[in-house]
C-alpha cells in the first residue's frame, strides 16, 4: 500500500513537473518551428504562459507574446511582425496535424507589422510583371518609386507615387500620381499599371482582423491590426 502510494506520489510530482516546466518550453519551441516552416518566417520568437500550464495541451493560452522576423503573409514579405494576446483558444488538433494556426477565438489579439521598402520593391516587381529594375521609397504620407516596363518593345521610365490604404480587409497601394517616359502609350500595355495593387489580404491572418492604423513612416510603414472576438 505505501509503495503503492510512494509510486502515485513520484507521477504526481513528475506530471506537475512536465506540465508546469517542460510543457510551456516544448510548445514554444513547437510554435516557433510552425511560424517558420516553410519559408514562411526567417526567425520566430514566442512566449506562451497558462495557469495550470496543462491548459495548454487544451489550447487554452492567457497570455501570448510573440515576434517574427521576415514574415509572409499572402505575398506580402514583411520586415517583422509581434504579437500579443490575452486569453487565446486555438485548435489544438490542426496545429499540430495539419501545420496550421487557426484561432477560435480571443479576448484580445492584437498585430503590429512593419513594412520597409524593400518588401515593397520585391511585391511590386512580382505583382506587375511589366515592371523591372523597381526602386522604391517610403517617407511621411507617401510611396516613391521608379521603374522601367517595355512598351511596344521600346523600354519606358516609370514614376509612381501613392500611398497604403485598407479596403475590405486588404492593404492596397493606392496609385495617385504615374509618369511614363519615352514610351508611345497604348491602352492595352498600361492597363495594369492603373488602379490599387493588392499587397496582402488580412484574411491570411489565424483570425478575423481589422485594422486600427497604417503609420506612414521614413523608410517604412508600420500597419497595427486587432481581434476583439469573446
Excluded at 505583382?127 to 511621411?140: G, H
Amino acid at each position: 500500500m505505501r509503495k503503492g502510494l510512494t509510486i502515485f506520489s513520484l507521477l504526481f510530482i513528475i506530471l506537475i513537473v512536465f506540465g508546469q516546466f517542460v510543457l510551456p518550453s516544448l510548445a514554444e519551441r513547437t510554435a516557433q518551428a510552425r511560424i517558420m516552416a516553410g519559408d514562411r518566417a526567417t526567425a520566430a520568437d514566442v512566449t506562451l504562459h497558462s495557469q495550470p500550464s496543462i491548459l495548454l495541451l487544451l489550447g487554452q493560452i492567457d497570455m501570448v507574446k510573440a515576434k517574427a522576423d521576415g514574415l509572409r503573409i499572402g505575398q506580402l514579405r514583411l520586415q517583422q511582425v509581434t504579437m500579443q494576446g490575452r486569453n487565446v483558444r486555438i485548435d489544438v488538433s490542426s496545429f499540430l496535424m495539419d501545420d496550421e494556426l487557426s484561432v477560435r477565438s480571443a479576448d484580445e489579439l492584437s498585430f503590429t507589422g512593419v513594412i520597409r521598402e524593400d518588401n515593397i520593391q520585391d511585391l511590386l516587381q512580382r505583382r506587375v510583371d511589366k515592371l523591372q529594375n523597381v526602386q522604391v521609397k517610403i517617407t511621411r504620407g507617401s510611396i516613391k518609386a521608379t521603374a522601367q516596363a517595355k512598351i511596344f518593345g521600346r523600354m519606358a521610365d516609370i514614376d509612381l507615387e501613392g500611398t497604403v490604404i485598407e479596403n475590405d480587409g486588404g492593404l492596397y497601394f493606392h496609385m495617385t500620381r504615374l509618369n511614363i517616359r519615352n514610351a508611345v502609350l497604348g491602352k492595352t500595355s498600361m492597363g495594369e499599371l492603373f488602379g490599387d495593387i493588392l499587397l496582402t489580404k488580412l484574411t491570411a491572418l489565424p483570425l478575423k482582423a481589422q485594422v486600427d492604423s497604417v503609420d506612414m513612416q521614413d523608410g517604412q510603414i508600420v500597419v497595427t491590426a486587432s481581434c476583439h472576438n469573446s
